[in-house]
């Protein structure tokens, strides 16, 4: 069974820093064509954050551009979100999603950033 198990959501303060990771196993890291992450804040629909596509082409949210960085460590087998200059609105449910190269999904089961003074 496919895991992305997320870590590194919690409690800060606006205008604070946060890093997310997302630890998959080696065999679905190498099979994979894209990984991002995801937010879905209470009362509103999943939106994407960030996402890497094979060939370490990355896409950013309007709202995440200039103070959010995906990157990865394949060393690791872990993708990470690099959050600065937090504010309220970036308050959400954030999730880690594996797309394979054969078009199937994964996804973690989700980190609770609350970003609040």
């Known amino acids: 069974q496919v895991q992305l198990v997320e870590s590194g959501g919690g409690l800060v303060q606006p205008g604070g820093s946060l890093r997310l990771s997302c630890a998959t196993s080696?065999?679905?890291?190498?099979?994979?064509?894209?990984m991002g992450w995801y937010r879905q804040a209470a009362g509103k629909q999943r939106e994407l954050v960030a996402r890497i596509i094979s060939g370490d082409s990355t896409n950013y949210a309007d709202s995440a551009k200039g103070r959010f960085t995906i990157s990865r460590d394949d060393a690791k087998n872990t993708l990470y979100l690099q959050m600065n200059s937090l504010k309220p609105e970036d308050t959400a449910v954030y999730y880690c999603h594996l797309r394979t190269r054969l078009g199937t999904d994964y996804w973690g089961q989700g980190t609770q950033v609350t970003v609040s003074s």
């Open positions: 080696g065999s679905i890291f190498r099979l994979n064509a894209m």
